[in-house]
T-cell receptor
Framework: QQQVKQSPQSLIVQKGGISIINCAYENTAFDYFPWYQQFPGKGPALLIAIRPDVSEKKEGRFTISFNKSAKQFSLHIMDSQPGDSATYFCAAKTSYGKLTFGQGTILTVHP | KAGVTQTPRYLIKTRGQQVTLSCSPISGHRSVSWYQQTPGQGLQFLFEYFSETQRNKGNFPGRFSGRQFSNSRSEMNVSTLELGDSALYLC????????????FGPGTRLLVL
């Protein structure tokens, strides 16, 4: 019940395209859903996060869509750029609980 | 503000040895969490400390231990190293005990031969 399932494992997008990564969870006690971006040799960096009382949050080219009834959330990267090529992790957390990560998506944006 | 720092950045050990990794959180942050990252298992939670107390623990054997000091700096120790302990060990800090927004360090890359 603590799992967060992420798909796809890898994604190839052309420059200017939209990248979409999906995550699903079971534990309804999760109340914080962040996305992290990780470049090779670096630690994960917080990209954007959402709480379940909000259906969408946008920060620049990055948007989280949240569907509480379906227990799913997704990351949309608009106008994808080669510099966005990285591994993306969704995660979920309960208050005072541990951060549970999805398996990661390797995004490659071709110029 | 300086970010989370981890030392050492790289480490090579042999089976059976023990290792200690260090983490300095962002100034003012009181919660520190540790994660193991491997290609096969992804990011796995090890443990979390707040005010020198372990608040959460992941599903790792007792060979993995940690502690937090009064200045919020944290160390993790792995005893009797196994080949499968080769991984990137990441430390993350957050401001308070709720620990929602976590900021990660660059990690310590451990190779066990």
């Amino acid at each position: 019940q603590q799992q967060v399932k992420q798909s796809p494992q890898s994604l190839i997008v052309q420059k200017g395209g939209i990248s979409i990564i999906n995550c699903a969870y079971e534990n309804t006690a999760f109340d914080y859903f962040p996305w992290y971006q990780q470049f090779p040799g670096k630690g994960p960096a917080l990209l954007i996060a959402i709480r379940p009382d909000v259906s969408e949050k946008k920060e620049g080219r990055f948007t989280i869509s949240f569907n509480k009834s379906a227990k799913q959330f997704s990351l949309h990267i608009m106008d994808s750029q080669p510099g966005d090529s990285a591994t993306y992790f969704c995660a979920a957390k309960t208050s005072y609980g541990k951060l549970t990560f999805g398996q990661g998506t390797i995004l490659t944006v071709h110029p | 503000k300086a970010g989370v720092t981890q030392t050492p950045r790289y480490l090579i050990k042999t089976r059976g040895q023990q290792v200690t990794l260090s983490c300095s959180p962002i100034s003012g942050h009181r919660s520190v969490s540790w994660y193991q990252q491997t290609p096969g298992q992804g990011l796995q939670f090890l443990f979390e400390y707040f005010s020198e107390t372990q608040r959460n623990k992941g599903n790792f054997p007792g060979r993995f231990s940690g502690r937090q000091f009064s200045n919020s700096r944290s160390e993790m120790n792995v005893s009797t190293l196994e080949l499968g302990d080769s991984a990137l060990y990441l430390c993350a800090s957050s401001l308070d005990e709720v620990g929602k927004t976590q900021y990660f360090g660059p990690g310590t890359r451990l190779l066990v031969l």
